[in-house]
């Protein structure tokens, strides 16, 4: 099996909803592990949290999450982290914005930017931060 490296979204009780979410925007197979499945008995962790979250896209994109432990507070899930798309297919790339534009809040318009590529940047509802960039076709 290759190395590979995919983001992990932590957040306080709301992972189930954030990956519900991303899944409806961006496709897939989610699979959701609560910490009940697992023998936790709560309250702390709560058994209907989530312990471990995966989904797999048809375009290859893995993303995984799990709910925090509410007695240590992990503040924001995007901690100063971006995720990014990117990629030829403009249309998918504004499809995906908008939707996860949707309840959030677009921090740059998704528009042509002065590097010639179609660019935006969004914090999703949940706090996550997106940058969607669709690469100029070639002159």
């Given at each position: 099996?290759?190395v590979?490296?995919?983001?992990?979204?932590?957040?306080e009780?709301?992972?189930?909803?954030?990956?519900?979410f991303?899944?409806?925007?961006?496709?897939?197979?989610?699979?959701?592990?609560?910490?009940?499945?697992?023998g936790?008995?709560?309250p702390?962790?709560?058994?209907?949290?989530?312990?471990?979250?995966?989904?797999?896209?048809?375009d290859?994109f893995?993303?995984?999450a799990?709910?925090?432990?509410?007695e240590?507070?992990i503040?924001?899930?995007?901690?100063?982290?971006?995720?990014?798309?990117?990629?030829?297919?403009?249309?998918?790339?504004?499809?995906w914005?908008?939707a996860?534009?949707?309840?959030?809040?677009v921090?740059?318009?998704f528009?042509k930017?002065?590097w010639?590529?179609?660019?935006g940047?969004?914090?999703?509802?949940?706090?996550?931060?997106?940058?969607?960039n669709?690469?100029?076709?070639a002159a």
């Amino acid at each position: 099996m290759p190395v590979s490296m995919n983001p992990y979204l932590h957040f306080e009780n709301a992972a189930r909803e954030a990956m519900e979410f991303y899944r409806s925007v961006l496709g897939g197979e989610l699979q959701i592990m609560t910490f009940g499945e697992m023998g936790a008995e709560g309250p702390v962790p709560p058994p209907d949290g989530v312990m471990h979250a995966h989904l797999q896209t048809p375009d290859g994109f893995v993303l995984m999450a799990s709910d925090g432990d509410p007695e240590r507070p992990i503040g924001s899930a995007a901690a100063g982290v971006s995720i990014s798309l990117s990629g030829d297919d403009a249309a998918k790339l504004e499809g995906w914005f908008t939707a996860l534009g949707d309840g959030g809040t677009v921090d740059v318009a998704f528009e042509k930017q002065m590097w010639g590529d179609t660019f935006g940047q969004l914090t999703d509802r949940f706090g996550v931060r997106w940058l969607v960039n669709a690469v100029a076709p070639a002159a």
